[in-house]
């Protein structure tokens, strides 16, 4: 089991930024990747950004390509989710979620998922 846990969610106005933090525990040494989804109201869950947790390599949504940033530290087990330049449109419910194989993009091959975290972008 892989317990995750989100924080730095909040309110925040239009072009501005904010810092997710994904903390990892349990047997983190089972998963390969960690990654971010995001579900507003109404909507289906999509793909926001993975990071693999032995290379490092990173995975975009177009939609957030250029505005956000994906890092990890193996050390604490910790995986953060910088996001600058925010749009009305990235409001959400964030989740992150570990995944022991597969593609990056689709939130049925992540095997554990944390409680999500609320980001409001609006003026």
């Known amino acids: 089991q892989v317990q995750l846990v989100e924080s730095g969610g909040g309110l925040v106005q239009p072009g501005g930024s904010l810092r997710l933090s994904c903390a990892a525990s349990?047997?983190?040494?089972?998963?390969?990747?960690v990654g971010w989804f995001r579900q507003a109201p109404g909507k289906e869950r999509e793909f926001v950004a993975a990071?693999?947790?032995?290379?490092?390599?990173?995975y975009y949504a177009d939609s957030v390509k250029g505005r956000f940033t994906i890092s990890r530290d193996n050390a604490k087990n910790t995986v953060w989710l910088q996001m600058n330049s925010l749009e009305p449109e990235d409001t959400a419910v964030y989740s992150c979620?570990?995944?022991?194989?597969?593609?990056?993009?689709?939130?049925?091959?992540?095997?554990?998922w944390g409680q999500g975290t609320q980001v409001t972008v609006s003026a």
């Open positions: 979620a570990a995944q022991n194989s597969g593609s990056p993009y689709y939130s049925n091959l992540y095997d554990y």
């Open positions: 349990g047997r983190t040494f089972s998963s390969n990747r």
């Open positions: 990071i693999t947790w032995s290379t490092g390599s990173t």
